[in-house]
């Protein structure tokens, strides 16, 4: 997440990939809700396309449509985070972050 100072803050941390899909989409469901039509981008960082499906199938579970479009992390960020990396990104209208 990103704190009120700007910078990424670490907010939770799921041992395998599939507890960490299961974690991801369950905080899309928590913050915005299974009805949820916003745009849901899905970032990745030199991820398995096995692990991209993964996550893409469990958004589709959820909210009943796929993610909005998929995109690579930019080197800047990737490099505090390293190759494999999965995020969504979405806003909810009235919320801070």
Known sequence: SID???KLVSVEKAKGRKKAVKML???LEERAGA?????IYLIQSDAPEADIKMLRDAVTALCGRDVTSVHEMTPVIGAHTGPG???LIYYVPGSKR
């Open 25 to 27: 989409v369950s905080r």
């Open 35 to 39: 009805d949820f039509d916003g745009e």
């Open 4 to 6: 009120d100072e700007g």
């Open 85 to 87: 990396l999965l995020a």
